[in-house]
């Protein structure tokens, strides 16, 4: 489709109807068979030896609907960020489409920038700006008069509340302080899509609580759409609507944080930490051995409800709760769904 938006872009940008549904709400982001790989400088096939590189993406479709938060998660090396550089039209993919807002951007990535707000991982080009700055310039580069952008950028500074930090050099920052400073340059101007790379990465819960409710502040007030990436499974349970899983660059399930978890809720989780060693004179600490995942003094156990209830009895008692420091018990959570899919198991972070 050719360009009709304008710099300022949002106006002027419709999202589509499912023609085949069209009660379903219309698509912000349609994905199809989008495939990436990565070819080392030189070209693979000139080496001697050596496997194919799989591919970064393989085949991966989604569809994204107006006003959603949809999360990409997975854990690193998953394939997140090559899938949102695509979107973004930072990355031109093998195969495969993307469509935002009914605009092809694989045949037009100039257009993504008019459409969506991108957080990358890195802070970048924003590194000598002030805070203030950072924001306004962003306002200014989405098509804002000088007013209209200084308006945006105090607007955002004090719903982050950056207004202390406003006169710094983002590269005078810490690393939490920069991430948020990011996120405001990021927010400073309207788009209908915000694509956010680990937005609280690094950050207190109290800028973590202070960005949420500028999301969703844009997606209540001006009904922006969302993606996120992420590899925190508590994060993505609480903000996310939906939720794509990708894996070694495939997407393994899609569907909501509670649907999800549903393939695993006959399951609990059950971590023990030891003081020290654990008693092997106790026979049934033996036999949880070989079905724990071992991290340091943590065992994490994944186990019928029923079986968990009768090793929760063992340890709480004798030999094996006098050597126990902690333990907890817990209902499923994505990452449990991630490992029950076949997902590899380390990487993705409870915070
Ligand atoms: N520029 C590149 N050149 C070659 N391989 C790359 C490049 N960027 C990423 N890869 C590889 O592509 C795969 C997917 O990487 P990607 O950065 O998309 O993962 P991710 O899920 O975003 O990880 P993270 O959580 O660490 O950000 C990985 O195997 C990675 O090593």
Redo the contacts with the bound molecule.
Sequence with gaps: MASSIGRAGPQTTMAPRDPDNPATPPAVVTVRGLTKT?RASGGWRRRAAGPAPRP?NDAVDLRITAGEIFGLL??????????VRQLTGLLRPDAGTVSLLGHDVVRHPELASRLLAYLG?EAGALDELTVSLAAETTARLRGLDLAAARAARDEVLGELGLEPLADRPLKRLSGGQRRLACVAAALAGDRPLLVLDEPTAGMDPVARRAVWSAIDRRRAERGATVLL?T?NVLEAETVLDRVAV?DA?RVIACDTPAGLKTLVDAHVRLDLVWRGEPPSTVPEIDRLRSLARVTGRRWTLRLPQERAREVVATVTRGEAFAALDDFTLATPSLEDVYLALGGRGEGLTRQ
Excluded at 76 to 81: E, I, L
């Design positions: 990565y970064a997975g854990p690193n090396g998953a394939g997140k960020t090559t899938l991982q990436v590899h990708l660059g």
